[in-house]
Nanobody
């Protein structure tokens, strides 16, 4: 059983930067095999994938965050980071980390990010 814990959320101003971290435990040395995604869910809206990184390090981004957010992973530390720059009020949401490999699919508990204007 893999546990994912997000950290780094908080209240920031428009234009600020914030970095989220997703720390995995219980992967038994196999975390590098997992594809990891960052999702977000705003109040009253569906959870959406905004950034993903494959086991090989390939990345993809939703149009809404492309050019502003950067996803990266450190397999030695079992962590995936999401660097968020030029934050906008519409980035306000709960951010979730997800890890998938084969039949395994794990979610973190979420971290609130609020961007104030």
């Amino acid at each position: 059983q893999v546990q994912l814990v997000e950290s780094g959320g908080g209240l920031v101003q428009v234009g600020d930067s914030l970095s989220l971290s997703c720390a995995a435990s219980g992967a038994s040395g196999l975390f590098s095999l997992y594809a990891v995604g960052w999702y977000r869910q705003a109040p009253g809206k569906q959870r959406k994938l905004i950034a993903g990184i494959s086991s090989g390090g390939s990345t993809n981004y939703a149009d809404s965050v492309k050019g502003r957010f950067i996803i990266s992973r450190d397999n030695a530390k079992n962590t995936v980071a999401l660097q968020m720059n030029s934050l906008k009020p519409e980035d306000t949401a709960v951010y979730y980390c997800n890890a998938k490999w084969a039949l395994y699919d794990y979610w973190g508990q979420g971290s609130q990010v609020t961007v104030s204007s």
